[in-house]
């Protein structure tokens, strides 16, 4: 994470952004009145999505379940039939 007071945020804040949104990573903006965070909007919703996955019990079970089920006992993606 890209830690920069607002000063400079203000002077690079085209490039900051450019580079946060090309690579992903976060800058904490600090002020004197407490920090801020920028994410690209690519991490923005992949934070959102995986909130919501969360929230749902029954899919979060189901994918813990997945993560520990022998690789042998699985179906090939080649042979699923959507």
Not at 20 to 44: C, M, Q, R, W
Not at 50 to 62: A, G, N, R, V, W
């Amino acid at each position: 994470m890209t830690n920069i007071n607002i000063t400079n945020f203000r002077k690079d804040i085209y490039e900051l952004l450019d580079q946060t949104i090309k690579y992903n990573e976060p800058i904490n903006i600090s002020t004197k009145n407490g920090n801020a965070v920028v994410l690209s909007e690519e991490d923005y919703n992949n934070l959102m999505e995986t909130l919501y996955i969360s929230s749902m019990p029954k899919l979060k079970e189901d994918i813990i379940k997945g993560l520990n089920e022998d690789i042998k006992d699985c179906v090939k993606e080649d042979e699923v039939k959507w």
